[in-house]
């Protein structure tokens, strides 16, 4: 069984830097894409980062790009975020999700259950 | 503001067919697959309809997907207590080079 599970949340003053965990167990880890997507407060889903865990290849949205660094530990299944500089903007729950690929697209199939970021003074 | 347009809620009466749109452009929905991803408020989304039309194992066939264009639908027949949730679309976008979703609908069942 998959299981994705997001460390690392807490209270931050704003300008202040956080790192999030995500332990993965329960599929072949170095295979597959993995992501951080976050929801503020009564708001939507926002994709922030993916990478690529077989290659190493990043990808950002504009709102946390040279801010945020998402990185990966294949001996330990962990999916990292290293955010700085943080503003009361990036409140908000954190999940890791994992994508799979298929002929037909992609897509998250399986999500942690979040951890939650307050920035605020 | 949401890269995708979803209606900010749906609503009906048990046993309903209910459908919930998904409006995008030709950088994300009109050349890539459309996802829908269920959520209960205070835990995690769950994928529900991938690659425009199909269903995770477990996933019961009252809800169905389609995709048109640059837009698409999640169809939910059948209305039951339990389908209150927030729905949300996913795509990928090709000049954005990331994915993008739609704000969510929230689903009432009167």
């Known amino acids: 069984e998959v299981q994705l599970v997001e460390s690392g949340g807490g209270l931050v003053q704003p300008g202040g830097s956080l790192r999030l965990s995500c332990a993965a167990s329960g599929f072949t880890f170095r295979t597959y894409a993995m992501s951080w997507v976050r929801q503020a407060p009564g708001k939507g889903l926002e994709w922030v980062s993916g990478i690529s865990v077989s290659d190493g290849s990043t990808y950002y949205a504009d709102s946390v790009k040279g801010r945020f660094t998402i990185s990966t530990d294949n001996s330990k299944n962990t999916l990292d975020l290293r955010m700085s500089s943080l503003t009361a903007e990036d409140t908000a729950v954190y999940y890791c999700?994992?994508?799979?690929?298929?002929?037909?697209?992609?897509?998250?199939?399986?999500w942690g259950q979040g951890t939650l970021v307050t920035v605020s003074s | 503001q949401s890269v995708l347009t979803q209606p900010p809620s749906a609503s009906g009466t048990p046993g309903q067919r209910v459908t919930i749109s998904c409006s995008g452009s030709?950088?994300?929905?009109?050349?890539?697959?459309v996802n829908w991803y269920r959520q209960v408020p205070g835990t995690a989304p769950k994928l529900l309809i991938y690659t425009n039309n199909q269903r995770p194992s477990g996933v019961p066939d009252r809800f169905s997907g389609s995709k048109s264009g640059t837009s698409a639908s999640l169809a939910v027949s059948g209305l039951q207590s339990e389908d209150e949730a927030d729905y949300h679309c996913a795509s990928w976008d090709d000049s954005l080079n990331n994915w993008v979703f739609g704000g969510g609908t929230k689903l009432t069942v009167l």
């Open positions: 030709n950088s994300n929905i009109g050349n890539n697959a």
């Open positions: 999700a994992k994508e799979r690929y298929e002929s037909s697209g992609f897509y998250f199939d399986s």
